[in-house]
């Protein structure tokens, strides 16, 4: 049974997961009745995990050869991180992926039966549980598809054979398309527990995308006004979301959780007006969305090419300078809810303390 397979059954255990994590988000279920499509989130963990088998494989038998037994639920004597991550698994799940590394096929049938039996809230806490387990393994790794990024430097740990680590910084800046005639230039100052943390400046692809790109150029300035005649937008606001090697999130000026969405445009959500430019590289500014033609404040920059993304979500901007500052952001230490347990919310909040158009 391939990596790849146990990512499938889990999908055929529990769906398309979308319900899972719009439960864990807490929002309301959508779509009942219709096919199931993989959301997001799953798209992007099939195509991790399916590609690292044999990095799972290696960082797997250099823990046997360390201490000598397998993953076990309690076990503290694991230092590995994906040791670590192992042990958030529930036992059934831990089952599976032991008898994939130990080379003992379990059938599809018997795989799904062990999913099967959790609870729908260990379903929950077993699907954030392998996000996170591709989290860390994307951080110990470099796919081999993702050509755009530098080669794997060793970098000097506790333990002898440490995992090779994906490194980024300023020297891994995306292609950077001259800017258009027109076409602006705006900038974040962000802090990090209200220390600075640096400057990000964004090229907006105002030629192709006008309306999306003048949207988040107004929200930038504050020239756009709230319902009550005040100025709003992303000043003051947070990166409320932070997945290592996927994307960081932000623009929720109105609920700082995800939750809220408005637009220039009579606060209505606008249409996606061109899938043109694609998440073919780390830096590129694309807008976040609950699904077709609901596109708002929010907005999120890719940590990495994330081509499962094209078609979905509008790619309207690039980072022109700054990408050590999206890193930073990036590797920032995020928890669940009250900084308890994993998730995606920065324990420390990154905020946007002053923006604009250069």
């Not at 000598?68 to 529930?90: F, P, Q």
């Not at 591709?134 to 002898?160: C, D, F, H, I, Y």
Request: with cysteine; hydrophobic share 35%.
């Amino acid at each position: 049974m391939e990596v790849a397979g146990v990512v499938a059954s889990i999908i055929s255990a529990f769906g398309s997961g979308r319900a899972l994590f719009q439960r864990m988000a807490g929002k309301k279920r959508t779509g009942r009745g219709r096919e199931a499509t993989l959301s997001e989130e799953e798209a992007w963990l099939r195509e991790s995990l399916h590609k690292r088998p044999l990095e799972i494989e290696r960082s797997y038998q250099q823990h046997v050869q360390r201490h000598g037994y397998r993953y076990e639920i309690g076990d503290s004597i694991a230092h590995s991180s994906l040791a670590t991550t192992l042990l958030t698994l529930n036992s059934g799940l831990i089952k599976v992926i032991n008898r994939f590394l130990a080379k003992e096929p379990m059938a599809d049938d018997e795989s799904r039966r062990t999913l099967l039996s959790l609870s729908e809230v260990a379903a929950a806490d077993t699907l954030n549980a392998l996000s996170q387990l591709s989290l860390r393994l994307n951080s110990q790794s470099v796919p081999a598809t993702l050509k755009s990024l530098p080669p794997p430097k060793e970098m000097a740990g506790e333990e002898e054979g440490e995992q090779l680590r994906l490194k980024t910084g300023s020297s891994d800046k995306p292609p950077i398309p001259k800017p258009g005639e027109g076409e602006p230039i705006v900038f974040f100052d962000v802090t990090l527990g209200g220390e600075p943390l640096g400057r990000i400046k964004l090229h907006l692809f105002a030629n192709t995308v006008p309306k999306t790109a003048e949207n988040f150029r107004q929200f930038c300035t504050g020239e756009s006004k709230g319902t009550n005649g005040l100025p709003q937008g992303y000043k003051g606001s947070k990166f409320h979301r932070v997945i290592k090697g996927f994307m960081i999130q932000g623009g929720d000026f109105l609920n700082s959780d995800g939750t809220g969405s408005t637009s220039i445009y009579h606060g209505a959500a606008f249409a996606d007006e061109s899938f043109q430019h694609k998440h073919t590289s780390a830096g590129l500014l694309s807008m976040a969305n609950s699904g077709p033609n609901s596109n708002g404040c929010q907005f999120f920059i890719t940590c990495a090419p994330t081509p499962f993304l094209d078609g979905k979500h509008v790619v309207f901007g690039q980072v022109a300078e700054g990408m050590d500052v999206v890193t930073k952001i990036e590797n920032v230490r995020t928890g669940g809810p009250g900084g308890r347990g994993p998730g995606e919310r920065p324990v420390q909040d990154v905020r946007i303390a002053m923006c604009g158009e250069m």
